[in-house]
């Protein structure tokens, strides 16, 4: 009798360690890190670059102590994977033209003048995205000389792992550009027929969140025919599929949606 109470509460003890463990790993405590970057110098190539942002508080780290904006940048050890824009830049390699860095990447703010070096920009996880002037200055001239900006993996709001979800995102967007309008995106629109064709929005993958996919865009003037500035990718995180691409981890054939969503918004961006 004395010996089962011993085996369960040592049960008990490692079920809370490990509970909290989970809750500090997946959810975060605020004790996260900012990993060091290794941008690579620029020669001209296509290079991809990522946006770093402030988090929205602790809970910004949620995932790995990581901050939001580093989500899929750093390889998970566990796992044996890459980069997502690792991967994702070996596809291009291998399916177009535009012969890229395979070997590296940036990381840069909008704040800083070195972005205006590379036309295509991705971030990830906007619900925990903040901005402040010199940042929403940086952002706006960014998309009026010619940028594109790729956002991902952001889910609704009052999800834990959403921040301030959609409220957030498009608030930063119309602090940088006043009267921004985000608009719904169908397949025919020359953005999903760049290089691949997207007939469906079905075909694209789901990861984790509740929803089917959802595609936003913001044009020049708002105007939808004119020049596609920035795309929204809404209740789904297409980057996982790239990161995870070669673990098993993912199906194959979800990843290969996913591949050829990049493939066509990198496509666009370095044609219009």
């Not at 953005?191 to 089917?212: A, C, G, L, N, T």
């Not at 939808?224 to 673990?247: C, G, H, I, Q």
Request: cysteine-free; glycine content about 10%.
């Amino acid at each position: 009798m004395i010996v089962r109470r011993l085996v369960l509460t040592a049960l008990m003890t490692f079920a809370v360690a490990t509970g909290a463990f989970a809750q500090r790993f997946l959810f975060g405590d605020g004790s996260g890190y900012e990993p060091t970057l290794n941008n690579i110098p620029y020669d001209g190539r296509f290079t991809f670059a990522r946006i770093k942002y402030t988090g929205l508080g602790p809970m910004s780290y949620y995932y790995r102590g990581l901050p939001a904006w580093a989500h899929g940048y750093i390889p998970d050890p566990r796992r044996g994977n890459a980069r997502a824009e690792a991967n994702l830049m070996k596809i291009m390699d291998e399916v177009t033209y535009l012969h890229p860095h395979t070997d590296g990447s940036v990381v840069y703010g909008f704040d800083d003048p070195q972005l205006f070096h590379y036309p295509i920009a991705y971030m990830t996880e906007p619900g925990f995205w903040t901005l402040n002037d010199k940042e929403a200055a940086g952002f706006r001239a960014y998309l009026k000389k010619g940028g594109f900006l790729i956002i991902d993996d952001f889910r609704q709001d009052g999800d834990p792992r959403a921040g301030g979800g959609w409220e957030n995102m498009e608030s930063n967007v119309r602090r940088a550009i006043p009267g921004a309008q985000l608009m719904p995106l169908n397949p025919s629109m020359v953005v999903f027929d760049s290089f691949f064709k997207i007939e469906s929005f079905d075909v694209i993958p789901q990861d984790y969140d509740r929803d089917r996919p959802q595609f936003f865009g913001l044009f020049e003037d708002n105007d939808p025919n004119k020049r596609l500035m920035m795309v929204v990718n809404y209740s789904t995180d297409v980057s996982n599929f790239w990161e995870f691409s070669a673990t098993g981890f993912r199906p194959i054939e979800d990843s290969n949606q996913a591949y050829k969503l990049g493939v066509n918004y990198i496509m666009y961006g370095i044609t219009h």
